[in-house]
């Protein structure tokens, strides 16, 4: 994408300059397309300087001629689409299911109760990753925020080491943070792009993305909010993995609707909004001591299910004895 920095705009002072910044905003297109009452609230000001600042960045670009250049040929967003990479989870069985592994420039949700194996996939994925693209990874480290404190990096250890990694190395490369509240977690996926780029991250995981905001939103008279927060999270997210090629996994909680009559009464939490944003959507079921992986949701695969187990290695294809006979 061709864009300038925020300092070839005229007349920003410092402090409008690092306020913008830690808004997320590091160049012209990205002020050009904010939205005025979000920025507003993010930077303060009132409404008339906020829409000053926006108008200008447009000019900018219009003046530069970049607007027109945004037009994308499709043969050159197939040329992108390209480079995008697949993640192995450590089974073959759920690789297949995602149409090769967890892929790039694409947000991957996985729900499902508690115990359903979420976290543990999170953390097969953090030690696959690092494997390069030929071996199955992503070449890359990864960044784990981790809202449930459920975050272990000696369960990140023993997997590297049962699959014969290099377990020092492994651990270097994953980041994790350990965030407190909703309006953390969004600072933190503002930051997000910076840290990705100088650090060779290629997965991001979100261990729950929902949970904080569920836990802080829950009266009815705050979810058109919730919501729209959520949105604009999750969107950032989606633009992330977009622009830097990197894998964004979530893990998300169900929630029961007991006035469902017919089929299964549990439903990802998060309604709409997250319903949208996901690129991929996998439910996650506890089948006798394994475990069934159902992707619900797939621009381009059909509904399909599969079985995988738990050890000591992470995510595998070695099925008890009681699921094979079935
Ligand atoms: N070292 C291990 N070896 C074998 N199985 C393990 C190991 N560690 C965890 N498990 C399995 O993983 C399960 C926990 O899964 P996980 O923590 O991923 O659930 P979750 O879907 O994230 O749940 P929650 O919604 O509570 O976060 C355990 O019940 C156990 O069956
Ligand atoms: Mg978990």
Redesign the pocket.
């Known amino acids: 994408m061709i864009d300038l920095r925020l300092d070839d705009l005229e007349g920003i002072g410092p402090v409008t300059m690092r306020k913008l910044n830690e808004a997320g905003i590091d160049s012209v297109l990205q002020l050009a397309v904010a939205i005025p009452d979000e920025l507003m609230d993010e930077i303060g000001g009132n409404r008339e300087s906020t829409s000053e600042l926006i108008t200008s960045a447009r000019k900018t670009l219009q003046e530069n001629n970049l607007v027109e250049q945004e037009f994308v040929p499709a043969s050159e967003a197939l040329e992108w689409r390209k480079s995008i990479l697949r993640c192995t989870t450590g089974s073959e069985n759920l690789d297949a299911l995602l149409g090769g592994g967890v892929e790039t420039q694409a947000l991957t949700e996985f729900y499902?109760?508690?115990?359903?194996?979420?976290?543990?996939?999170a953390h097969t994925l953090c030690a696959t990753a690092q494997l390069a693209p030929e071996e199955g990874g992503l070449g890359g480290g990864a960044i784990y925020i981790d809202t449930?404190s459920?975050f272990r990096p000696e369960?990140l250890a023993?997997i590297a080491e049962a699959k014969g990694y290099d377990k020092q190395s492994v651990l270097e490369n994953v980041v994790f943070t350990r965030v407190f509240n909703s309006a953390h977690l969004e600072l933190i996926i503002q930051s997000l792009a910076k840290y990705i780029e100088q650090n060779n991250v290629k997965l991001v995981i979100v261990?729950?993305v929902i949970s904080l905001h569920r836990a802080e939103f829950s009266g009815r008279g705050t979810l058109a909010d919730r919501q729209q927060r959520l949105n604009r999270l999750l969107h950032r997210l989606l633009r992330v993995a977009e622009i830097y090629n990197v894998a964004v996994m979530l893990?998300n909680?169900v929630i029961s609707t007991p006035d469902t009559f017919f089929g299964d009464p549990t439903k990802p939490a998060g309604g709409n909004v997250l319903a949208h944003a996901s690129t991929y959507r996998i439910y996650?079921r506890k089948s006798g001591r394994d475990r069934k992986a159902i992707m619900v949701d797939s621009p381009s695969h059909p509904y399909s299910e599969t079985m995988f187990a738990?050890?000591?290695s992470g995510v595998t294809d070695q099925l008890s004895k009681e699921s094979k006979k079935k």
């Open positions: 499902g109760e508690f115990g359903t194996g979420k976290t543990q996939i449930e459920t369960r023993q261990d729950s893990t909680q996650l738990i050890s000591e």
